[in-house]
């Protein structure tokens, strides 16, 4: 474990939108022009909704269930999301026989724009706002970016404004749903969705990339992605290496579970976020499908 260190890391704003400090100044342009392939698959989600789940199970499907596949495949590939340094210039590179399988957390205004052309495909992630809201501030706090990250009350207050890291919950995942949901090349599942039943959401990926499994396939697919293979992993050593910002030995994994932010809003706080909740998702199609607990 490293100390902990006292300066706080910083964020990267371009054209007022908060970034974490690995994205570079000129990226939001660089990916909305990125060249899109007809075999990607991009996980994509607001941050702490199950990206890195979704991921290993996509690789999974890819590699139909075997794990040194997966290890040979992609392995080497970037860790972190796409937009993190040079990651999108990585991908670029990559030969045309092996399907690149990227995970993101941009805004509907910074995903390349040949997506809403038809081309990849888009598996998108979405979990309930008060669980995101617990895990993320563990995440921020423990990755030291903004000091109003690192007292809970504070950081409650921040996710609540347009200028949150990666924005708010409601201004990042509306605009998906609403517009894009009924896109052939976009996949929306919930992390509830997944706990409740991942096998099934296992399958229901398998049908939208075109990969059918056999039932011995899909097991394995299930069996190598629990919670539990998945923290036993080495996952985790992409994010405990952290030589470009500072060595900081970092969680990835912590419980998985839903219904987690009951042991973290107090009664005000909750009812405050009801209420912004109700105006906000008032007449949305993506209302119907949050569950805040199993």
């Known amino acids: 474990m490293t100390d902990k260190l006292t300066d706080f890391l910083g964020v990267n704003i371009i054209n007022g939108f908060k970034w974490p400090p690995h994205v570079h100044d000129d990226t939001p342009d660089k990916l909305h022009n990125f060249e899109v392939r007809e075999d990607d698959v991009f996980v994509l989600s607001y941050p702490k909704s199950g990206t890195h789940w979704t ?32 990651n999108y210039k990585k991908f670029e590179s990559f030969l045309i026989e092996k399907p690149r399988v990227m995970m993101t957390h941009v805004r509907v205004d910074v995903l390349p724009k040949q997506i809403f052309e038809g081309k990849g495909k888009v598996v998108f992630l979405i979990r309930n706002p008060k669980d995101i809201l617990a895990s993320y501030w563990n995440f921020l706090k423990e990755r030291e970016y903004l000091k109003e990250y690192e007292e809970w009350n504070s950081c409650f207050e921040a996710s609540l404004k347009a200028d949150m890291l990666y924005g708010n919950w409601f201004d990042f995942n509306l605009p998906y749903y609403e517009h894009h949901r009924n896109k052939k090349n976009f996949l929306f599942l919930t992390y509830e969705e997944m706990k409740l039943d991942h096998k099934g959401c296992v399958v229901r990926i398998c ?27 080495n996952l985790e050593s992409f994010f405990q ?29 909750n009812e405050r976020f009801d209420e912004i909740y109700n105006q906000r998702m008032e007449g949305t199609a993506l209302a119907k499908r949050i569950m805040f607990k199993i």
Do not use: H
């Open 55 to 86: 991921l290993e199970i996509v690789r999974n499907i890819v590699c139909v269930g075997s794990k040194d596949k997966v290890k040979e495949d992609y392995g080497s590939d970037p860790r972190g999301p796409f937009e993190f340094s040079d």
């Open 207 to 233: 049908d939208f990339l075109s990969r059918p499994l056999s039932e011995e396939q899909v097991d394995k697919v299930v069996q190598n992605t629990t919670f539990s293979n998945m923290k036993a992993s």
């Open 241 to 269: 290496q952290k030589e470009d910002i500072g060595k900081r030995t970092y969680t990835l994994f912590r419980k998985g579970i839903v219904g987690d932010w009951k042991t973290r809003f107090t009664v005000a706080q």
